[in-house]
């Protein structure tokens, strides 16, 4: 299909996603407007992005004049129809319910142009299923935002067999316009940062549930150990520098403990048989050079040495001193 340039952005759902989507898109200079259940939503919204962006302001968080350009050029549409009927790219960020979805695609679908680039903000449903609600699905496809918008960089591209693949391009192009990291993932449910942070939100129930930890004990191991180095090395990166061979040692333990969920995986075990242990020797999942193990280590530790000073500069969240 044939791609206008997209110059009009419209962000359907008004919240605190949608509104720091539409925020990062006013500040980088596109036309943006907003649409909501009704007209009094979406002009609160309006009303409340400034005030919040002037509080950015004096945060430092935004540059001063973010504030005045956000209420000049941010537009509150009286309803969904009027806000996409003449729209290059509508983001879907309404709540994560396939019935509230589907409404908003078909009064999308009746209005906007074929060649309208349309994109959800889904946290887990598959964007295969939401392109059944959707006119023309090689114009569709999911970008997945993180909270806060403007502050968090990752972007997840979902792409579907029907999606063209200048419009995955040009919405890639448009997202790092914005100075955010895309990246596409496959069209799974979760995709990849959900499906992970569920997981992880899961086993910490768990633990919980059975009594053996409490959720401030959690909260506090995760953040000052293996959360600590997250930033900088997710992983398998993180377990190619520990040792794969130590990996498989720990699931075995585990597993004794808990069962099948704690699996030494295959894969793991024929890359150490083949003495493939990471940056010892093998590359690991990463392709560390072991040649490069002093100059990695340094890294490492110039990293987490910045970090904690950081942390110790910005000092705890408010509640926990």
């Not at 067999?161 to 990291?181: D, N, P, Y």
């Not at 560390?288 to 193990?293: A, E, H, P, S």
């Not at 100059?295 to 910045?306: D, G, K, P, S, T």
């Not at 970090?307 to 500069?313: G, I, N, S, T, V």
Request: aromatic share 8%; hydrophobic share 45%.
């Amino acid at each position: 299909m044939h791609e206008r340039p997209i110059k009009k952005i419209v962000i359907v759902g008004s919240g605190y996603m949608g509104g720091g989507m539409a925020q990062c898109f006013i500040l980088a200079g596109y036309e943006c407007a907003i649409a909501d259940i009704d007209k009094e939503t979406a002009h609160a919204a309006k009303v409340r992005l400034v005030h919040e962006a002037r509080a950015y302001e004096l945060d430092g968080l935004f540059e001063l004049g973010s504030a005045d350009l956000i209420e000049h050029r941010l537009v509150p549409a009286d309803s969904i129809e009027d806000a996409v009927a003449d729209a290059d790219y509508i983001a879907e960020v309404v709540s994560e319910n396939l019935a509230a979805k589907e409404q908003v695609f078909g009064r999308i679908s009746a209005v906007a142009r074929v060649d309208t680039v349309i994109t959800s903000n889904t946290s887990a449903i598959p964007i295969s299923v939401l392109a059944e609600f959707v006119v023309n699905p090689e114009r569709f496809l999911g970008a997945h935002w993180m909270n806060p918008a403007p502050f968090v960089p990752c972007v997840e591209v979902i792409p579907i067999e029907q999606t063209s693949e200048s419009v995955t391009a040009g919405v890639e192009h448009l997202l790092q316009s914005l100075g955010k990291v895309t990246t596409r993932v496959s069209d799974v449910a979760g995709f990849v940062a959900n499906r992970l942070q569920f997981a992880l939100f899961q086993e910490s129930m768990r633990m919980v549930d059975e009594g053996s930890a409490t959720p401030e004990l959690i909260d506090e191991v995760v953040r000052n150990s293996f959360g600590f180095r997250l930033p900088f090395f997710g992983p398998f990166a993180g377990a190619d520098m520990a040792g794969l061979d130590v990996y498989v040692g720990a699931y075995e333990s585990l597993s004794k403990a808990y069962g099948e969920r704690y699996a030494v995986p295959a894969s793991l075990v024929e890359r150490v048989k083949s003495g493939n242990l990471g940056l010892k020797s093998g590359g690991g999942f990463t392709g560390m050079d072991t040649l490069q193990r002093e100059e990695i280590a340094l890294y490492r530790n110039r990293a987490y040495a910045a970090l904690a000073k950081l942390r110790e500069e910005i000092g705890p969240p408010p509640g926990r001193d």
